[in-house]
């Protein structure tokens, strides 16, 4: 399989390439040249799988000329050992018809660990056979950075280095990173925001000097399209778990960076019947506005109950906005460089095609808290603020109560007591493989926001 890059520079690349770098040269996003696609049959043929066996099914025609089935079982199998439920990814009723998939029993609490705990292994993988060394740089705003280092630090040939806002994450987010052992792990407080950390980062990617020789950074954020990937496998899972392939689903999905909205539309061209597939946002809702009103305009961003959502350019969304552009690099690109300053439209075929493709609603604070206090007063169940945007988007959106109705959850509310605490709920108590999480050590680095504090420091702790 050939993977492509969305702007249209460049080579086709395969999975080993697109897997080691992240975004193209060309600063587009890679995608697959063309999609494996499952018959019925097939899917059909999956019902009773477990978890790992299925995930295998769905992801070896993505990686078959790079990675030998036997390698790539032992990375599926490892990541999901690891998993405290049986199920991996059990459902949980909520009412008649709805549902959700639990998506939290990782090591890091969030759904972030279904694609991190596979890449590492992969990486690790491919950097052994090459017999080569690599730094991981990434930033992030809470659930990434502690899935990521989960997912990387056992690998001998990686050095990783994790950006975060000083003093601008969760306790549990904070502690859930700087308490990971290992000294290729590197966590980094910069004196500012999460845009100065992910400005930093996308800069020392542009210019990667401050690296020895042989040496490149890799990118682990949503972009990466090996992350993309291992999260299909779920959309299978869901389905066969609720009588699919011979009846449809839907599917809500909470969204900040459109990765895992984006793993669902793929399902479905890849042969899922998946009815609806609804995009939930919190009040930063550009996707929103542009599926309900044809109007792509970037405003600014608003914090809230929902933080992993909080994010205004969702990176990638340019997949889908280059199969709606019939995969024209051309157009794709005209509409990346006015979207920085204009209000965009497209024509009313084009915005139509969205339409088909999803449904969408976006969730204030308000409305989360009730949402989070109403499924817990009618089942018992305490979702995270993520998980109550998609749950009420799914209520409102929903056209067809016959058909099953999925919300993925994902994160655990444990990860979120404000909005918990704000529901009226108390704050339920740390699974026990966290429970001394408040108590062990932390280690640390706070830096100035500048390049050059991160590239001397990075340059400096790399591994020989
Ligand atoms: C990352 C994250 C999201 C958003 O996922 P995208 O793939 O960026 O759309 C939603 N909920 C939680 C808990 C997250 O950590």
Avoid at 105 to 122: I, N
Avoid at 152 to 169: K, T
Wanted: aromatic share 8%; net charge negative; hydrophobic share 40%.
């Amino acid at each position: 399989m050939k993977y492509i890059s969305t702007r249209g520079g460049g080579e086709p690349q395969d999975f080993e390439q697109v897997l080691l770098t992240g975004l193209a040269p060309d600063g587009g996003l890679y995608v697959p040249a063309s999609l494996p696609s499952f018959s019925r049959d097939e899917i059909a043929g999956w019902s009773g799988l477990p978890y790992n066996e299925l995930a295998l099914q769905v992801i070896r025609p993505f990686v078959a000329d790079t990675i030998a089935e036997a390698d790539l079982r032992r990375c599926v199998d490892e990541s999901y050992a690891g998993f405290s439920h049986r199920a991996v990814a059990p459902l949980t009723m909520l009412d008649s018809n709805e549902w959700t998939l639990e998506l939290f029993h990782g090591p890091t609490l969030a759904f972030k660990d279904f694609a991190l705990q596979v890449l590492g292994r992969l990486l690790d993988h491919v950097l052994t056979r090459n017999d080569q060394r690599v730094a991981i740089l990434g930033a992030t705003s809470g659930d990434t950075g502690s899935a990521a280092l989960e997912g990387c630090r056992h690998s001998e040939r990686v050095d990783i280095f994790i950006l975060h806002p000083h003093q601008r994450i969760s306790e549990v987010q904070r502690r859930q990173m700087t308490t990971v052992e290992g000294d290729n792990v590197h966590n980094l407080a910069i004196r500012g925001n999460f845009d100065d950390c992910q400005k930093i980062v996308k800069t020392a990617f542009s210019n990667q000097d401050f690296l020895p020789a042989g040496r490149q950074l890799v990118a682990v954020n949503s972009i990466n399209w090996a992350r993309i990937m291992v999260q299909i496998a779920y959309y299978f899972y869901a389905a066969v778990n609720l009588g699919g392939p011979h009846r449809p689903l839907s599917f809500s999905v909470p969204t900040g960076n459109f990765g895992d909205i984006y793993a669902g539309y793929l399902a479905r061209q890849m042969g899922l019947p998946v009815d609806q597939l609804v995009v939930a946002t919190n009040r930063n809702d550009i996707l929103h506005r542009f599926i309900s009103g044809n109007s792509y305009q970037v405003t600014d961003l608003a914090p809230t109950y929902s933080p992993s959502m909080d994010i205004m350019v969702s990176s990638n969304f340019e997949r889908f906005l280059y199969d709606l552009f019939d995969r024209d690099p051309a157009r794709l690109r005209d509409f990346m460089a006015r979207s920085n300053s204009e209000s965009l439209q497209v024509d009313e075929a084009h915005w139509q095609r969205v339409r088909e493709n999803f449904s969408s609603y976006a969730v204030s604070d308000e409305q989360t808290c009730a949402m989070i206090r109403q499924v817990y007063d009618e089942s018992g169940v305490l979702l995270d603020p993520h998980t109550a945007v998609g749950v009420k988007a799914a209520r409102e959106c929903r056209s067809d109560p016959q058909v099953p109705m999925v919300t993925l959850a994902t994160a655990h509310p444990v990860k979120f007591a404000d909005a918990i605490k704000a529901a009226g709920i108390p704050t339920p108590p740390l699974p026990a493989h966290l429970s001394d999480l408040m108590e062990r050590p932390e280690r640390c680095t706070v830096l100035d926001n500048s390049v050059s504090a991160v590239t001397g420091y990075l340059s400096s702790h790399l591994r020989a």
